[in-house]
């Protein structure tokens, strides 16, 4: 259901590392929280793996992401990143909705990756916060940030990646 990888050594000399096995833990946790597949709705014209991509990791040219800059001792995002569709099943999913506005779709993604921002703050040396989720389309753009670690989850056929970047 899951692949993970990690850059090595990608925290350096940071005391509290976040590795791959805690965000895998997190993640998972999450999605059977918020999204349990076995009450996923039913299937519309959306059904299934987004089309042309490889269904493991990547979320398609119609990607949306959103990400949480976790703020103090330790700095970085944490990005959730997945298809459109992707997204509007979760929002129907989440917020027992039909017909998903734009509103609804920056909502779900958003508390999604606050949830899972807020469990990797617990992490990371204290004092720390966090800022305010922020979710556009299209893929997420590192910047200068570094990779620290990522897991690819597979929701409902869709390929959704949960990461987590330190500051440059």
Known sequence: MTTTDAPADALGSTPAAVSVEDLQQI?????????????VPPPGDDA???????PETDPGTDAVHSAIAVLGSWEGQVVVECSRTAAERMARQMLMVTDVTPADLDDTVGELVNVVGGNVK???????????????????????????????????????????????
């Not at 993640?27 to 009450?39: I, Q, S």
């Not at 299934?48 to 490889?54: I, K, M, R, S």
């Open 27 to 39: 993640a998972d946790d999450v999605w059977a929280t918020f999204l349990d597949a076995g009450d």
């Open 48 to 54: 299934g793996t987004d089309a042309e991509t490889d």
């Open 122 to 168: 617990s992490l990371v040396p204290a004092p720390s916060s966090l800022g305010l989720p922020v979710t556009e389309a299209g893929r997420w753009v590192a910047g200068g940030a570094a990779p620290v670690c990522s897991v690819h989850l597979d929701w409902a056929g869709h390929p959704v990646t949960v990461s987590v970047w330190s500051a440059a």
